[in-house]
């Protein structure tokens, strides 16, 4: 199984920036859906963005605007760029992935949170 893990969270001030890490543990030649999801203390999980091997992206609604998900095959590496960043975002960021065709087609933050690999997370925390 493709291991996942996350770096570069930490304190930021609201409306500053940070730029989240996921390094898988394998060169991904297979198609895939991977992303970003949260948690906060006390909620449920949420999808935050996805990226498919075609290059198409998803995001939720409460980012939109505000964060960028990428990837760099070469180096195994996705991006997760955060910026006019809120208190509202704090969480611990996980990144996630699925793979196979279905995964690719169905690639969405909605279904991020159930994929089976996934990361120990990274703590985020916006202060005002």
């Known amino acids: 199984q493709v291991q996942l893990v996350e770096s570069g969270g930490g304190s930021v001030q609201a409306g500053g920036s940070l730029t989240l890490s996921c390094v898988t543990s394998?060169?991904?030649?297979?198609?895939?859906?991977m992303g970003w999801f949260r948690q906060a203390p006390g909620k449920e999980p949420e999808g935050v963005a996805t990226i498919q091997s075609g290059g198409s992206t998803t995001y939720a609604d409460s980012v939109k605007g505000r964060f960028t998900v990428s990837n760099d095959d070469a180096k195994n590496i996705m991006y997760l760029q955060m910026s006019a960043l809120k208190p509202e975002d704090s969480a611990m960021y996980y990144c996630?992935?699925?793979?196979?065709?279905?995964?690719?087609?169905?690639?969405?933050?909605?279904?991020?949170?159930?994929?089976?690999?996934r990361g120990r997370g990274t703590q985020v925390t916006v202060f005002s």
């Open positions: 394998e060169i991904i030649i297979s198609t895939y859906c």
């Open positions: 996630a992935a699925d793979f196979g065709i279905f995964a690719a087609t169905s690639c969405s933050q909605s279904v991020i949170t159930t994929f089976p690999s």
